[in-house]
């Protein structure tokens, strides 16, 4: 028979298990502090790339959506505060400010012709013909400043669709209804209650609520000489007429 294991025994066991796991404690702290030091080192470093590579962060798109890129990977956000070393060192509080502004007025200049729907590579265009030549943006820096207004509730979001990304500057969040309309439209300029109940295996009573919600936003134009009546958005009009 088996011979059970007496009190010393099980108490000896047990400072062994206390002795690990103090040992493991030690050693996970040491690991979080010399990470910890690290962290701050690369912060440093970044700190000090910034402020050598000042003004090619500031003139070239493509440097600046790599410098972006960096500090999110160590968890580091440039346009989390409009203070401290970012923002006095770069001005990219003032700059992502100055692009969103931009954005903004641009919307509400076309939405009469467009429905509040402007596409991501015609607003970086128009932009950039208003701006300097060499302080030029990129699509990513238009990205970033729309999410940046964001903070100031609904209304302005990147929309992506099968082939490009559009702006949607329309008062309210866009559900996943929406967004599928505004795929399926991307290509044929107009849809029908019955086509989008085919082509995405709707019902026609949701077919019909989604487009009538954007309808009421003006995204979407009723064109009521159709039988049944067709659903148009102008904001495809340019790029379906050019792949015709």
């Known amino acids: 028979m088996r011979r059970r294991a007496g009190v ?33 080192k690369f912060r440093e470093n970044l700190e000090e790339f910034a402020a ?9 798109p493509q440097f600046r959506k790599q410098f972006q890129e960096m500090c999110a990977s160590i968890g580091v956000d440039p346009l989390a505060s409009g203070k401290g070393f970012w923002c006095e060192m770069l001005g990219v509080g003032d700059f992502y400010y100055e692009v969103g502004v931009q954005v903004v007025e641009l919307c509400v200049a076309t939405s009469h012709r467009n429905g509040g729907v402007l596409s991501l590579e015609e607003v970086q265009r128009r932009l950039n013909t208003r701006r300097r030549h060499d302080n030029h943006i990129s699509s990513d820096d238009i990205v970033r400043a729309v999410k940046k207004l964001r903070v ?21 969040e866009l559900s996943m ?27 026609e009573e949701r077919a019909s609520r989604a487009i009538e ?24 009009f340019a790029q379906c007429t050019n792949a015709e």
């Open 213 to 236: 919600h954007l309808l009421q936003v003006g995204v979407a134009w009723r064109d009521d000489q159709a039988s049944p009546p067709s659903y148009w958005f102008p904001a495809f």
């Open 177 to 203: 209804d929406h967004t599928a309309l505004l795929q399926l439209a991307e290509n044929v300029g107009s849809l029908t209650v019955t086509s989008v109940s085919s082509s995405l295996g709707w019902t």
């Open 52 to 60: 050598k590579h000042k003004n090619e962060i500031k003139k070239n």
């Open 8 to 40: 010393g025994a099980i108490q000896r066991q047990k400072i062994q298990q206390d002795k690990f796991k103090e040992k493991g404690c030690e050693i996970q702290e040491n690991q979080l502090e010399q990470m910890t030091l690290q962290m701050e």
């Open 152 to 172: 100031l509730g609904s209304g302005m979001e990147v929309v992506a669709t099968g082939s490009a990304q559009f702006i949607y500057s329309i008062p309210g």
